[in-house]
């Protein structure tokens, strides 16, 4: 359910408004617990995505960044290779569980 939500600050090229509308959008669907609002609840889940997306910015411009920007092909050079740890691991596990 968490797909959109990572790390957006300190990029070049900076997070775009479309990646950080994703994060928000999640965000609040992971909190309200609902993947869609009913017809009833769109306005306020709208607000609250627009009051996640104002409260983003505002962080990322009051924020000190330190070092040199994160690339996008580094993140997913990383992502690539924790999840090969992770099957890796779990791999581990279950022919561990298997040998008993």
């Avoid at 965000?27 to 627009?50: C, D, Q, W, Y």
């Avoid at 962080?59 to 690339?71: N, V, W």
């Avoid at 050079?77 to 779990?90: D, L, W």
């Amino acid at each position: 359910m968490c797909r959109n939500i990572r790390t957006l600050h300190h990029f070049e090229p900076p997070a775009t408004q479309e990646e950080i509308r994703a994060s928000a959008e999640q965000f609040v669907r992971k909190l309200t617990g609902m993947p869609k609002p009913s017809k009833h609840s769109v306005v306020p889940f709208n607000r609250a995505i627009e009051k996640v997306i104002k409260a983003t910015k505002e962080l990322f411009d009051s924020l000190e960044a330190h070092g040199p920007p994160r690339t996008r092909e580094h993140e997913k050079e990383m992502a690539k290779i924790r999840g090969e740890r992770r099957e890796k691991a779990m791999r581990a596990k279950v022919l561990s569980e298997v040998a008993r």
